[in-house]
């Protein structure tokens, strides 16, 4: 009988997994929209997921525990399960523990911050079931969100630190009003400031120095007090930047005023022959600040993690010394640094850049020094994001283009190129109807690439052809065309990069490598349309006196033989007695018919005065009379002041300097002399000088000049706006020829021609007509005039400043020349003298 065969193979139950995750970190992110930041950044603060993998059996053959460590083949991948999404131990932005032998096994840690679609991670291993070794399936996932955040909104903080109320008396200079625009708690580094004056019934754009206003393109607008008069209506409108690529963070006031701020000297402002600088007291600059722990701009700037910086500084020592003078550190959040500094013997003017580390985020900037033996001169100073290597030569941020060459190569270019620009403008009045680049051999006047139009914000791509030949000189050409002519265009942030990259990724504006551009606060960034967001804030100042007693302090009782005695004022109010009231009230002396005998805060009484062995009088204060002057002319003159004689013979044009504040009240219609500067030493007509600025009909400024028995007319070709602040420079060379004029700090284009000019005796003659009518009021307005020997030595300044109240220095020269005291040619009328000094005074 044949023997039977069978096989019983044991079935076992399916293991149960269950899968508890613990996170180390947030799986949600915050991302903000105007900072471009992720809250947590998972560059600094990396989030760890671990899956723990738990295996029971029902039958409980074996015991229950955590297989994690008996795991293989363990994967993790973003959104989708193949190879084009598995993440390998190449890919930096995660680090997956495959291999360990713990409860940690299949661990990954995430350094990257989430896209904002969003990801899913998903987790997959192998384990084998020791009970048959048949291989089980591990897999779970876990989603990674992002909130876009504007929780934070944008509000405008509104700040009078001294009021909004001007008090004469108090001799303040000017009066702050603080429109800062904030983002939560911090200040927005991409605000833009518009400030505007009310004239009549519409509001009018205010521009730095207009009137002595300055902080015209920051949160902080200063308006000097004069200028408040009765009342102003100020208006901001705030609004912010899209993003700050291409801004630079560092204005002028945070190396000024702010260092000063924390130490009087740390800064002084100067000029020399390479332009207008800052003294920086490089010893005092790193004591104040901790020693250098302290970061140089207050914490002001946000910075953001992983962003790239360029940071360019313009500047150059006083002198030579054994070791480098001021160093600028680059501090960042794991504690590495990187520094630039100015070399020992760098007394030439110099451009030092660098560019902050990839991968790396700036915590802070701080100074030190080798050796202080001299101050270092800051020219200027840019902080930037940088996005990569713009290419664009002689300016980026806004260039005008008319068949241009934007970069001259140095080598064979490359095979491909990348150009965009943010806004474009026409120059031309018929219109530019298309903007296009190209790259163009020098040598052999020919195009060797294609012609790429470009829109604006689109990006366009320069292919070169091939078989270019490499001894040739080669450049991009930049064109804004009006149909087949020619034409000019300007272009906002321009950048040229080597690459091919499209719309959505081509790298961020950045300013091109040498090239400064202004901060925001320093006038920076003014083209920018209204963005929608904008925040418009009114404000009124206005001036008021302060509530007053009169008092008049006279003997009540005088002998038969006293033949004169003194009267004064006295004003008392809250803050105590009005110092010099008769510059903020007019004290007419009334006799007790009503009629005005004298006006002053001190008279002398006659006894011939009295009647019948009495004298009745009285004083009824009036603010705001003639002598206060409280108005936008309370330093300036509007008539003609002259000083006769010779000045050591110092001729008004062999290496001299004049300059001169002034501003228009009115429309000029026959010549407004500024200054009239004659100069005559001997009957020889070569060594007769004359030097006159005036403003003639329209507006115009010109320049007449006698040198050498040569006569010459020099216009600036600018026409003048009226109760603008102007300041204005003439340079003359050995020659006496005038070699610069200086509106406003840039240097004017000047036309010459010849004119017939002659001179009278020496004298200088400011602010008015050489012969004047009678009563006669330029409609010119002169705030300041100076007078250069040479580069640094003042001769004359003359500021009609008070000194300490007293009105009767305001003529007299306060340079070093000597004592040459303004005269008026015209008398004024009784009612405009001022009996405590002797001084007049128009309105």
């Known amino acids: 009988m044949a023997r039977a065969l069978a096989k019983t193979r044991k079935r076992y139950t399916p293991l149960d997994l269950a899968y508890s995750s613990s996170v180390s970190g947030a799986l949600n992110q915050n991302y903000d929209v105007s900072y471009q930041t992720y809250d947590p950044d998972r560059g600094l603060v990396p989030l760890e997921i671990l899956f723990t993998v738990r295996a029971t059996d029902p039958k409980k053959v074996i015991d229950p525990g955590i297989i994690n460590g008996k795991l293989t083949d363990v994967r993790w991948y973003e959104n989708v399960v193949d190879e084009a999404h598995n993440i390998t131990d190449g890919n930096t932005a995660y680090v997956i523990d495959r291999n360990g032998n713990s409860d940690s096994r299949g661990k990954i840690t995430v350094k990257k ?114 200028v408040v008069g009765k009342r102003v209506d100020l208006r901001c409108v705030t609004d912010v930047l899209p993003d700050l690529a291409g801004v630079n963070l560092v204005s002028k006031a945070m190396i000024s005023d702010d260092w000063n701020a924390l130490k009087s000297g740390i800064s002084t402002p100067g000029e020399d022959a390479d332009g207008k600088y800052w003294a920086i007291d490089v010893f005092k600059l790193y004591n104040t600040l901790n020693k250098g722990k302290d970061d140089i701009f207050g914490g002001k700037i946000n910075y953001k993690p992983n962003q790239r910086y360029r940071f360019s500084v313009k500047w150059k020592l006083q002198g030579e010394q054994e070791h480098s003078g001021l160093i600028f550190v680059i501090r960042y959040t794991d504690d590495t640094e990187k520094s630039i500094s ?166 961020a504006y950045t300013p091109a490598a040498d090239e400064f551009v202004p901060a925001i606060a320093d006038g920076g960034e003014r083209w920018q349309e209204l963005s929608g967001k904008e925040i418009t804030t009114d404000h009124v100042l206005s001036t008021q006196y302060p509530r007053c007693n009169t008092e008049i302090i006279a003997p009540s009782m005088i002998l038969d033989d006293t033949s004169l005695f003194e009267a004064r004022v006295v004003m008392h109010s809250s803050r105590g007695d009005i110092e010099n009231p008769q510059l903020y009230w007019s004290l007419p002396w009334k ?170 005796s020496t004298r200088l003659g400011i602010g008015g007509y050489a012969s004047p009518s009678p009563n006669y009021v330029s409609p010119a307005r002169v705030l300041l005039y100076e007078f250069y020997t040479s580069v640094s030595h003042v001769y004359l300044r003359y500021d009609f400043q008070p000194v300490k109240g007293d009105r009767s220095g305001m003529l007299t020269n306060k340079g070093s020349g000597g004592n040459y005291t303004l005269t008026p040619v015209n008398a004024p009328g009784i009612d405009n003298v001022d009996p405590e000094n002797g001084f007049f005074v128009t309105i």
């Open 113 to 226: 911050n989430t896209p904002l679609e969003g990801v899913v991670l998903i987790f997959t291993a192998k384990y084998t079931d020791p009970r048959d070794g048949k291989v089980v399936n591990v897999n779970a996932t876990i989603s990674l969100g992002v909130t876009v955040s504007t929780d934070k909104p944008l509000r405008v903080k509104v700040d009078y630190p001294y009021g909004q109320v001007v008090d004469p008396t108090e001799n303040r200079d000017i009066i702050e009003v603080d429109n800062i625009l904030y983002r939560g708690d911090s200040g927005y580094e991409g605000s833009i400031y518009r400030w505007l004056k009310k004239e009549g019934g519409d509001y009018t754009a205010i521009e730095e120095g207009d009137n002595g206003i300055t902080g015209a393109y920051t949160g902080k607008l200063k308006v000097p007090c004069p």
């Open 342 to 507: 100015i070399p020992s013997n760098q007394t030439a003017v110099r451009i030092s850049s660098l560019v902050t580390g990839s991968g790396k985020t700036v915590a802070k900037i701080t100074v030190t020094y080798g050796t202080s033996d001299y101050n270092t001169n800051i020219y200027d100073l840019n902080l930037v994001e940088y996005h990569g290597d713009n290419l664009v030569e002689g300016g980026s941020k806004e260039r005008l283009v008319n068949s241009s060459f934007i970069h001259k190569f140095t080598s064979v270019p490359a095979k491909n190129y990348s150009v965009r620009f943010d806004k474009s403008e026409t120059i031309e009045a018929s219109g530019v109807t298309s903007r296009s680049f190209q790259i163009y051999d020098k040598t052999a006047s020919a195009r060797v690439s294609n012609i790429t139009n470009v829109n604006d914000g689109e990006v366009g791509v320069i292919i070169v052809n091939d078989g270019i030949d490499p001894s040739h000189e080669f450049g991009v050409v930049a064109y804004a065309k009006q149909g087949l002519g020619g034409g000019s265009g300007k272009f906002y942030n321009l950048m040229l990069v080597e690459g091919e990259y499209t719309d959505d990724t081509m790298p």
């Open 591 to 760: 006799d007790k018919t009503g009629a005005v005998f004298a006006r002053g805060s001190k008279i002398f009484i006659k006894e011939e005065q009295f009647d019948n062995g009495e004298f009745d009088y009285s004083v009824d204060p009036v603010e705001g009379l003639d002598e206060a002057k409280w108005a936008v002319n309370f330093n300036g003159i509007d008539q003609l002041m002259f000083v006769p004689g010779s000045f050591n013979d110092n001729s008004p044009t062999i290496n001299k300097r004049h300059v001169i504040e002034f501003s228009l009240n009115s429309d000029i219609l026959e010549p407004a002399y500024l200054f009239d500067f004659h100069y005559i030493q001997s009957t020889d007509e070569t060594n007769k000088r004359r030097v006159t600025l005036r403003v003639l009909g329209g507006n115009k400024l010109d320049v007449m000049t006698l040198n050498k028995g040569t006569s010459l007319n020099y216009s600036p070709g600018i026409v003048l706006i009226k109760n603008k602040t102007y300041r204005c420079e003439l340079n003359f060379n050995g020659q006496g020829e005038l070699e610069t004029l200086v509106l406003n700090g840039k240097v004017m284009t000047i036309t010459t021609s010849s004119n017939k000019i002659s001179t009278e």
